[in-house]
């Protein structure tokens, strides 16, 4: 995925109130962080930050965590939150594969929206629902596992039902167009899915989850 570099990018994101700096140092402890025990989100790859942001906006009873790796997309994130106030939000700016150095299992649903689709065979270690990922999300998950995608690939998206199905998730939901779906559904948009929208493609989405 292509993004602009932006200079200087690690300095802005550090000054951040809503980063979270060695978050490793806060695993099993994120309630403390939040100074509460309501559920805990996380989004992984939530480039500019729009999804999570307004999601904290529009659900305070949740707290939400959003995780970058990029730092130059995660400035866009921490300029949008310049003249916010939401305690229910921290970013972490670190690498997706390392989720379990960060968190034990606290965490209630994860995010992939619009995840990097990585359609070469030989990249597809790197789907974030490929079967080593979803091995990694055991090990933060705190008890029902529950994973809300969203793509406008429709390669990935029918990857991601195969790879969920054979790790035995039940679909709650399945859409293949989702903002033309009759079965509405409160929908918050990431900023690449308003482009999408207005460009007239189909958002892909699904709603899986494991009970244990």
């Known amino acids: 995925m292509r993004y602009n570099v932006i200079k200087g990018a690690n300095t802005i994101i550090n000054k951040s109130a809503y980063l979270v700096n060695n978050p490793s140092i806060y695993k099993n402890k994120w309630r403390e962080v939040f100074s509460n025990n309501n559920p805990i989100h996380l989004e992984l790859g939530m480039g500019r930050g729009e999804f999570i942001i307004k999601m904290a906006e529009a659900y305070p009873n949740i707290n939400f965590i959003g995780l970058e790796l990029v730092d130059s997309q995660m400035v866009s994130a921490v300029n949008k939150l310049a003249n916010h106030n939401l305690p229910n939000l921290k970013l972490i700016n670190a690498d997706a594969r390392d989720i379990d150095k960060f968190f034990g299992k606290e965490i209630d649903t994860i995010y992939l929206t619009f ?94 989850k494991f009970m244990n």
């Open 115 to 208: 995840s990097e689709p990585w359609p070469k065979r030989i990249d597809e270690k790197k789907r974030f629902t490929h079967e080593s990922y979803l091995k990694l999300y055991d090990k933060v998950f705190k008890k029902n596992k529950h994973i809300i995608l969203k793509t406008d690939n429709k390669g990935l998206f029918a990857y991601s039902l195969e790879s969920l199905s054979k790790y035995w998730y039940i679909f709650d939901r399945v859409s293949l167009d989702l903002h033309h779906d009759e079965n509405h559904i409160n929908n918050i948009m990431t900023d690449f899915e308003k482009k999408y929208y207005e460009e007239g493609r189909p958002i892909y989405y699904l709603d899986a």
